[in-house]
């Protein structure tokens, strides 16, 4: 990063408005969130990936293109993974909408400037997609809930249930996308 990307950075950043200032605080409180959340389901956390996460997601807001994006998702998949030991915990559902937040906040910050004008497809779209990948994260919970309930051991029409569920998943994914950018 060079000073004059950052000058050009914090002035776009200054004349932010709208849908750019609520993307900038979501990429800011969604990390939290997430560390938040690691903390309840384990009863700690790692204060120095506490400390690494929060001074990336300040970059995140300045530099929502680079791939700062991707060192804090990285940092909270590894506290998570450290300290959580029940992989059915239901906090789990706030680390995955957390990062689903900052994902989405991310992407969609990199769209337009800081101070351009969003329509209401656009919000709606990027909301709307979020809310379906929210959905599928509290499935997937309550999939492992019920399955760490009971001992399935290999189940082999568990693993068939599972690879059909993730194909219908994948063509569905693919005919949205496919579709939109050929319009």
Same mark, same amino acid.
């Given at each position: 990063m060079n000073d004059r990307r950052l000058e050009? @950075?914090?002035?776009? *950043?200054s004349r932010s408005r709208g849908v750019g200032v609520v993307l900038r605080v979501l990429i800011l409180v969604s990390p939290v969130a997430?560390?938040? &959340?690691?903390? *309840?389901?384990?009863?700690?956390?790692? *204060? !120095? %990936?506490?400390?690494? %996460?929060?001074?990336?997601?300040?970059? &995140?807001?300045? =530099?929502?293109? @680079?791939?700062?994006? *991707?060192?804090?998702?990285?940092?909270v998949g590894i506290e998570w993974l450290v300290t959580v030991d029940d992989q059915a915990t239901p906090w789990s559902i706030g680390v995955a909408i957390s990062l689903t937040v900052f994902h989405a906040s991310v992407a969609a910050a990199t769209v337009a400037p800081p101070a351009a004008r969003w329509t209401r497809a656009m919000c709606w779209r990027w909301s709307r997609? @979020?809310?379906?990948?929210?959905?599928?994260?509290? &499935?997937?919970? !309550? !999939?492992?809930? !019920? %399955?760490?309930? =009971?001992?399935?051991?290999?189940?082999?029409v568990l693993v068939v249930v599972s690879l059909a569920t993730i194909a219908v998943a994948a063509m569905w994914a693919r005919d949205g996308s496919v579709g939109v950018s050929q319009q």
């Open positions: 050009e @950075s914090w002035w776009l *950043l997430a560390i938040a &959340c690691t903390r *309840l389901a384990a009863d700690h956390s790692l *204060l !120095a %990936i506490n400390v690494a %996460i929060i001074p990336l997601a300040f970059v &995140c807001v300045v =530099y929502p293109d @680079s791939h700062i994006g *991707l060192l804090v998702v990285l940092l997609r @979020s809310l379906v990948v929210m959905g599928a994260s509290a &499935c997937t919970w !309550a !999939a492992v809930a !019920a %399955i760490d309930r =009971y001992a399935v051991g290999s189940s082999a």
